[in-house]
């Protein structure tokens, strides 16, 4: 059976407030539509799944090849954002025609009906981070970080079931697996980059051009958020998706955490939006789940996978002693004697 | 009126590759006029018998050409007048204008190529069209995150305001940094394509490997039906980018990576003999080795990259905008200070670094 569409989120359970606002906002102006949250991570009984406004998939049950070296690999958040193609293919292929992915630190204010309208007739659907030079003092840095960021947005993609579609989600795949770190330099950001080859990959990837749909930190000054009663309007245009990209609400004034310099109260009525954001998650429980561990942050035996682990494991490459689940510990199985995170320092 | 003009912008060196891409022109596409902007204050080495119309310096000068012809070195003077020559050709009266590389050869017509530009704001090609996994692709995959997803080898524009705007933007950029420098996010014109999709709303993606085929492809690359032309993944190629062809060394298939072996694709082999007798006939030899003109002081004195460079950082904190081909005096002298302090710079490291250890 195949059913039109669906909308999913990714996160573990530390950020599961989060996905909890993506769902309920989602589903509160889509209610004919199911939303999903892949959890990268496991359940631990912390949370009851039949009671949450999304319907829990875990990563390790999608299909996801050697699922453990990618967990062990990246980090908490590189790790999330490196499952999203095989997320949408998961979706694509099970059971639905086109579906939406939504970064988790999101909020939908309005009907996405008009975006998913066009769905059918596309392949891809993504929003550029700018939509004209920005009019800020200096357009050309800014302008450069998002060529180095990728110039589509990777917190909003639309895909529908097209045989272009299923084949780029394999490539994206085999990319994220490969190289799903931030080094801009070499031309790498998470995920994210990848996206800018989407239009010269797939018959008929559409950009939308639409200043209500992905507002976040980067587009802000050029969308004028406008507040009147419960309507909000990006650049006159119904907002329909605002991003919280980088926000942490222990510092509410704080736009995000990439420009920390930036305040809420300068944003004029897009304030609002923000003040709005932080309840949200407050009442969903954010001072308690920000605690819950990731499961993927400790060998089997319960010692902690540092950070330099991680690096030293992705730059092993496919070498022989590679093991089939990094995080076991029993002798000669794992990797932890091999990797050795004390060496380097002074 | 409905009509669409081909441009390309050369220094005199590349007469040749214009005049062989304006009579592939003329066989497939007779009723297109060819236009060629020459980089080069001379204006009468045309001749009549060309298969292009001239565009001169003078016709498309404006006001910061000077500074632009100082700052940058020949490669990038030429290509951040693309907009210029695109601009140029619209304002002429045509509804459409395509640029072209001039190291681009037509081999069939290309009417679907043509109304798809006429029909749409922008037209791009992508340099990839397929997924693909192996590790040569990979390889390359990697090297475009840096230098951009469309060639810049082909830009077709209609003339619309939200054209006149975007060429606009293309060209303050290239006036300000067109440079080199990938690691940073610059690679001539091309990185700054990868906005296009963004900025502009009715920016068409051309995704037909047979045009703009390079050796980007290399890895599609095959026998076509027709034994003269190759294809690349079943399209036949129809309009062929000898991009980084290297006169001086005709067996490679591009300079850009020396590694790469044209002569493995026997049908690419025929391709690019073909090519170099083309070149040979339509004058190499006599027009390869002229100079640029933008090369010399006022004074006679060689301006070298230095210069450039120092130039370079004296506009960036708006120092000085008199006409730079006179301050040879000026920039030898920052020079020459500018190494004296980096070579002080370097004692006093070796100095520091003598004391601690």
Known sequence: ?346 | MNNLAIGTVIAPDFLAFARVLGRSIRTYHPDIPFFVLIADPQGESAAADEPFFRISMEDIRGPDLTSVLFKYDMKQVLTALKPVLLQHLLDKGFSSALHLDADMLLLDRIDDCISVVQSHSLTLTPHVQTPAGDPARIALEHQLLLTGMYNGGFIGASRHPQTSTFLTWWSDRLRDYCFDDIHAGFHFDQRWLDLAPSYIEDCTILRDPGINTGYWHLSGIESGDDPDRPAVNGSPCRLFHFSGFDPENPDQLTRYYPEMDALGATVLRKLYSTYRMQLNEAGLAETWNSPWAWDRFSNGKRITPEHRYSYQKLIQHHLDRSNPFNQWGLLTLLNSLRSSRRALRQRLQKHRGARHT
């Open chain 1, 1 to 346: 059976m195949s059913r039109p569409f669906a909308a999913v989120t990714i996160a573990s359970k530390a950020y599961l407030s989060l996905a909890r606002v993506t769902a309920r906002s989602f589903r509160r102006h889509n209610p004919d539509i199911p939303f999903y949250l892949v959890l990268t991570d496991r359940c631990d009984d912390r949370f009851d799944p039949d009671r949450e406004p999304f319907t829990l998939l875990c990563a390790d049950e999608i299909g996801i090849p050697d699922i453990e070296k990618l967990a062990f690999k990246y980090d908490q958040q590189a790790f999330s954002y490196a499952v999203t193609p095989f997320v949408l293919r998961y979706l694509l292929t099970r059971e639905y025609s086109g579906v939406l992915f939504l970064k988790q630190e999101t909020l939908v204010l309005d009907s996405l009906a008009p975006l998913f309208d066009r769905l059918p007739d596309h392949s891809l659907m993504l929003t550029p981070h700018l939509l004209q030079p920005p009019r800020s003092a200096d357009p050309v840095r800014c302008e450069l970080d998002v060529l180095r960021a990728g110039v589509f947005n990777g917190g909003v993609v639309f895909a529908s079931r097209t045989a272009d579609t299923l084949r780029f989600l394999s490539w994206w795949a085999d990319h994220t697996f490969r190289t799903c770190r931030v080094l801009v330099e070499d031309g790498f950001h998470y995920e994210q980059r990848w996206l800018d080859f989407a239009p010269g990959l797939v018959d008929r990837c559409a950009i939308i051009r639409n200043p209500g749909v992905n507002v976040g930190h980067w587009n802000l000054t050029e969308r004028d958020i406008r507040m009147s009663g419960s309507r909000i309007t990006a650049a006159g245009e119904p907002c329909r998706i605002f991003r919280f990209s980088g926000y942490d609400p222990d510092y509410p004034n704080r736009v995000t955490k990439y420009t920390p310099e930036r305040t809420v109260d300068s944003c004029g009525e897009a304030a609002a939006v923000f003040s709005m954001y932080h309840q949200m998650l407050i009442d969903e429980g954010f001072m308690d789940t920000r605690h819950w561990p990731y499961a993927y942050g400790r060998f089997e035996d319960g010692t902690p996978v540092s950070a330099q682990h991680r690096k030293q494991y992705g730059e092993s490459g496919e070498q022989p002693y590679r093991p089939a689940n990094p995080f076991m510990t029993e002798p000669g199985t794992g990797c932890r004697n091999r990797l050795n995170p004390v060496k380097g320092v002074r």
